[in-house]
DNA sequence: TACATGACGTA
DNA sequence: CGTACGTCATGTAC
């Protein structure tokens, strides 16, 4: 029986334990979609956190190894020397583990030259003294020399480290027969292979127990080994040494030298946030909610996440609405509810005070000044309220933070879409629900004025750990660009239906016939829109040669079947290549079509938080990838037309945006020179790559320089360039030397980008948008060299992103004294929709602003085209 | 019904 | 073994 009012603490070998349960979990069912494993951390952490919560330790440690090499290695080389190669897939997740424990609040403990029992015998050591309860879990056998009355041994089973076996002083007598404090005795007589260290020959546990009962210790026996008769007996005389040196390595250290005192040991309150963070990094999501009950204290205390309590709110009539804010000191909280897209109830709150109301003209007539005006305004999502309001005939300015906008900012890998997400992971708490089962909710939901009080209390932990920089980032880009976004996305762009009805009528025909032909060709019908089946065909039927692998078989993408084709020319495989041009292009046109409202408009609806970069994202429909590359699709965006009362559509877009960002960041004088030239980028790039005159660049070399430069900005490698250009890759990383000997500026910049974002843990764009790189740490080395990848590209696509949002606000701004409005942004592409009579003025306010978005040390080159179609505006 | 996968459109 | 996205159809798991 433990006694509750002593102190309990729990010492853990985590690197055994850990290693255990990676070999235990099937890794292929613990990894993360980027590749990173986490079979041995998840092992743990769910052992440890039945641990915590069955045995409810007052203080707790985790000891981890630091390396192979210790004092036992020095003194005897061959120690643990059998032991195989540690798996990098394991390796890589003990720091991981190390930062969930310390979120939990749980102290990690390590020493160089020491072994992790080590760290344990000494805490186990000195928790006894202070006769508290002791438990020691470790997966190594010699640590059975701990065990006492007051130190209880938890050891994994055959099975895994779910299941643990305690050890007290009579589970070991009865286990091994002798007392525990003898049990390394026993081993150093028997010895322990997994440890290298060879004992007696033909001594096995039965005779070591008998010599050591027979003679009463250890020393006795090697003292007596000349009366100890037989083979063993003679056995044991030649290997005197060998037990004498095991008895040494195997005894643990009681008095290792430690950083931390008992008292230190004492958990910790668990960082909420921070295990959120490592956990949502993980994918590990049902270990969450256990780990948050296993930190609370006894079983049934309040939940992890309390239910959030805000004031109650004041229902006033719009004239009191108005006098309230009127009155009001600072930034105001704002939620405007949507039903139908229209504003249904509206709630403001400061720091004290709740109010609200139900949405009406009263209400926007009242009001409506102060949305107008200057007055600061928290939100958070505000642009769904944006337009909201302007449909219900309100404007809104004064827009001094967006929560849902900070948190991206700070974690743009996160997927805090709401504000409830913010509210737990910065408040830890959780936002009241109402109960959706119920036509009367038993539960009420947070009313829109608690929804501003939270979203001011969010606003005020965001800002706390926001940097300078990105702060700037909030203000002076991202904000401008929400109303911006909102007018956009109400305008919408008008869409030819009949155009889009014709072509899909076509392309469906088409597809049919294709398909028919296809059938024919291999003798059966198969569905030409399946991959597995198509799989079938190929590599079984016809006996093709093998592609690429993925995960369920055979890629039958379009590179690899052309590919196929060239090796083996079989007439389906041309056949399911148009096949599926075919279906896509009606699949995209059919969508399309399908968004069309009743006035003949598409309205996208762009993410702000939709990158990881600093892009826009585009959905319902995806408004930034219609086709544009082939013949065919010039009929899609020809369907993309100028609306009424308006005079044409203007496209502009920045030329090679992301070399000159390349150019300017990396300062290298060839690329400025280019930039700076006039003269067309790939031909001067190739004339210098390839040493002639610019003139004289033949459309091959041009095609070589244009996808290194554009493969530069991607991290990409020898083999991917030659993949790109089918030529071999000897000639591709000939091509990438002769590249950098005139462009080398290029490379150090991009090498020395990659290593600053290690140091500091993030990227930055121009204008201090930071991306977070954890992974550049990791020792997995897929991990890393994506992660490497990623933030060698992420300055130069992020630079190029608040460039054109910077453009894009200042030009809708500048576009208010006029009727011509900004339709669409296709990343570096904006169109313009112009009202009669006011080409000049746009196009004029169109290059400026584009052109002056930033300064760099190249110009930044703006193309315009005009015309009553997407496809005549392209130039 | 929800989710993963492969394929493919854009910058 | 090239970054960043969203959508569709299929197939599987629930």
Known sequence: MTDSAKPTLLVVDGHSLAYRAFFALPVENFSTKDGQHTNGIYGFLSMFVNLLKAEKPTHVAVAFDTSRESFRTREYAEYKATRSETPAEFKGQIPLLQECLDAMGVTVLTKPDYEADDILATLATRGENEGWNVLVCSGDRDTIQLVTDGVTLLYPSVQGVSQLKRYDPQTVRERYGVEPAMYPDIAALVGETSDNLPGVPKVGEKTAVKWLTQFGSLDAVLEGADTIKGVVGGNLREHLDDVRRNRRLNRLLRDVELPVGLDDLKIKPLDGQAVRDIFARLEFRALL??????????????PAAPIAQAPAPVQLDAEALAAWVANAQGEVGVTVTLLGGQPDRLGLATADEVVEAAWGDDVATALGPWFASDAPKVMSDAKPQIKALARGGVSLAGLAFDALLAGWLLRPSFPDKTLGHLVERLLGEKLPEADPSQLVPETEGATPGQLSWFTLRVTEALREEMPESVARVLTDIELPTVATLAAMELAGVAVSHAKLSEFSGELGARAETIAQEAYAAIGREVNLG?????????????????????????????????DLQEKAHHPFLDLLLRHREATKLKQIIDGLDAAIDSTGRVHTTYVQTGSQTGRLSSTDPNLQNIPVRTEESKRIRAAFEVGAGYET???ADYSQIEMRIMAHLSGDPGLVEAFNSGEDLHRFVGSRVFGVDPADVTPEMRTKVKAMSYGLVYGLSAFGLAKQLRIDQTEAKKLMLDYFARFGAVRDYLRASVEAAREVGYTETIFGRRRPFPDLKSPNRQLRENAERAAL??????????IMKIALFRIHEDLRAHESRVLLQIHDELVIEVAPGEWDVVEAIVRDRMGSAAELSVPLDVQVGRGADWNEAAH
Do not use: M
């Open 289 to 302: 909610p256990r780990v948050f009950e296993a930190a609370g204290a006894p079983a049934e205390e309040e």
């Open 530 to 562: 399946s991959p597995k089946q198509l799989q079938e065909v190929l590599f079984e039927e016809l006996q093709l040669p093998k592609t690429r692998k993925t995960k369920t078989g055979y890629t039958t993408d379009a590179a690899s079947l052309a």
């Open 649 to 651: 559509l203007l496209t």
């Open 793 to 802: 590209n992420a300055p130069i696509q992020g630079s190029a992103a608040d």
